[in-house]
């Protein structure tokens, strides 16, 4: 795959990365249901044969497995080692209960795990994964991650689901390498002034849920989401309920259209939808088995036209 620098660091990383989310597992709060470790890790090799260079995890998918996951499948991988990015500020308690924390030390006991479970010395890129409500602990946060980068203990500090406001305030303390937002078809509330300032303030975007969390992969059905499991997020999620099941099966049906043309699957197509933008440097693509890699990453290559730009924007309207 052709490759594309990430803001002011030295990465050149694949229009399309693997997502770690999913494989964390169904035993906590914001798990995808059943899943098998070792299926996990042949979707891990996988990605990596056909030439994907990063993984995107974080401490909280499955409250630290996802990353304990990552490192067992890159201990039995022979290739070139992948760039390795995980996040922080979501931490538990011992019941497992997920809770939002930017304190230094919480960050800084973050880190060290996150390292002990990847089994690395440095981490290539960590980022803040969600603000919390007051500012200066925003900014507490951000000052450790600068501080850990100062330190050596990672490369390159970055943000995810961050606004302008905040992004501007910790580009006064510290460069920001990355945001990573959610972006689809049917989320795209970052392009009127997340996008264009990112690109004009030189900060890498890594899109994440750029085929909706499954909903877009030609996968879902209706009878799909009405039996999902208590252990997965999304059987309580709006955009798997009516009445914007609907709504979403119908672009579903276009997007299938379009990728017939080019034999193309629908997620494919919603990928290289999200990486049409020039302020996009990837996207961040999950899979739970290499049968589900080698239907979606294909993406990387593959352009639309204008027309078929317009026609999948028209059916949102």
């Not at 959610?182 to 994440?208: A, H, K, M, N, T």
Request: proline residues 4%.
């Amino acid at each position: 795959m052709k490759t594309r620098k990430l803001g002011n660091s030295d990465m050149h990383i694949t229009p399309i990365g693997f997502g770690a989310w999913a494989i964390g597992g169904d035993e906590w709060q914001w798990g995808w249901g059943p899943q098998k470790d070792t299926e996990s890790i042949d979707a891990i090799h996988r990605a990596l044969e056909l030439g994907v260079n990063w993984i995107d995890t974080a401490a909280v998918y499955g409250v630290g497995y996802s990353e304990e996951i990552v490192a067992r499948a890159l201990d039995s991988w022979s290739g070139d080692q992948p760039y390795v990015f995980t996040k922080c500020g979501q931490p538990w308690d011992d019941n497992r209960k997920v809770f939002r924390s930017l304190k230094s030390d919480s960050v800084r006991k973050e880190c060290e795990d996150s390292l002990r479970r990847l089994r690395v010395d440095v981490i290539d890129l960590y980022q803040i994964h969600w603000p919390v409500n007051d500012a200066e602990e925003n900014r507490e946060g951000w000052e450790t991650l600068a501080a850990l980068q100062r330190e050596g203990k990672v490369r390159y500090i970055g943000l995810s689901n961050w606004n302008v406001e905040q992004m501007r305030m910790a580009q006064e303390i510290a460069p920001v390498t990355s945001l990573q937002p959610p972006y689809s078809l049917i989320r795209r509330g970052i392009e009127d002034q997340i996008l264009p300032f990112c690109e004009r303030e030189g900060i890498g975007v890594i899109v994440y849920s750029p085929m909706a969390s499954g909903m877009l992969t030609g996968g879902m059905t209706r009878e799909r989401a009405n039996s999902l499991p208590d252990s997965d997020w999304r059987s309580g999620s709006p955009e798997f309920r009516e009445p914007r099941l609907s709504k979403n099966l119908a672009l579903v049906e276009r997007l299938k259209e379009i990728g017939a043309a080019h034999s193309r699957e629908p997620g494919e197509v919603a990928t290289a939808w999200t990486l049409r933008k020039s302020a996009v440097t990837g996207a961040i693509v999950g899979a739970r088995s290499a049968k589900q890699v080698d239907g979606v990453y294909g993406a990387a290559e593959f352009r639309l036209s204008e027309a078929e730009i317009e026609e999948l924007e028209g059916e949102l309207v």
